[in-house]
């Protein structure tokens, strides 16, 4: 089991340039998000996925896009990137509305973007 | 949704217990307490959550104030493995609300 994994790991882009963050979760789960997590601050949530078909902004959603490919991969897209979207951007995966209380969320290891 | 309010950073000795407060005066009668960890250059992890009594596990115990406006989690014996963030975040009963992350506390432990 790999869990969450995010590509790519490290990135440089140029101010208007576009990208998109790839994320994939073995675990057969329902619902995936993408955060983003500035230095020194706590994780922000820019988009998430409760099920396969749906999609919901969070609470920094501007300037980005989202599409659930299928139920394993959840990417995020950057279509013209500004130095304000440098950042650490974390994607997770949780089993969902049915998992109860609990309903852990498990994150991916990180991509590093630096937009120039 | 309810907030949180935690201390910015602690310290504690290596093999000492570390007592690390939340303070959530708002908190509804249907919100559990979670609460995560993110270690250096990871992504954050679930370490335990609870509703109104105290709950232990194999990472953590978490103790709830008679009136929930409070909580504590308590490493019993801190190692330098522990050194993290630790985010306390409320979450309704359903589980099934995106998580919502504050600044949390950066726990150092000194060897």
């Known amino acids: 089991n790999a869990g969450v994994t995010q590509t790519p790991k490290f990135q440089v882009l140029k101010t208007g340039q576009s990208m998109t963050l790839q994320c994939a979760q073995d675990m057969n789960h329902n619902s995936m998000y993408w955060y983003r997590q500035d230095p020194g601050m706590g994780l922000r949530l820019i988009y998430y996925s409760a099920s396969e078909g749906t999609t919901d902004k969070g609470e920094v959603p501007n300037g980005y896009n989202v599409s659930r490919l299928n139920k394993r991969e959840f990417s995020l897209r950057l279509e013209s990137a500004a130095p304000s979207q440098t950042s650490v951007y974390f994607c997770?995966?949780?089993?969902?509305?049915?998992?109860?209380?609990?309903?852990?969320?498990?994150f991916g290891p990180g991509t590093r973007l630096t937009v120039l | 949704d309810a907030k949180t309010t935690q201390p910015n950073s602690m310290e504690s000795n290596e093999e000492e217990p570390v007592h690390l407060p939340c303070n959530h005066s708002?908190?509804?009668?249907?919100?559990?307490i979670h609460w995560y960890r993110q270690l250096p250059s990871q992504g954050p992890e679930y370490v335990i959550h609870?509703?109104?009594s105290n709950v232990n596990n194999r990472m953590a115990s978490l103790a709830i104030a008679e009136d929930r406006k409070s909580s504590t989690l308590i490493l019993h014996r801190a190692t330098l493995r522990d050194a993290a963030v630790y985010y306390c975040?409320?979450?309704?009963?359903?589980?099934?609300?995106?998580?919502?992350f504050g600044k949390g506390t950066r726990l150092s432990v000194i060897a």
């Open positions: 975040i409320l979450r309704d009963y359903s589980g099934n609300t995106p998580l919502v």
């Open positions: 708002t908190i509804s009668g249907t919100d559990y």
């Open positions: 997770a995966s949780s089993e969902g509305e049915l998992a109860g209380v609990r309903n852990e969320q498990f």
């Open positions: 609870g509703l109104t």
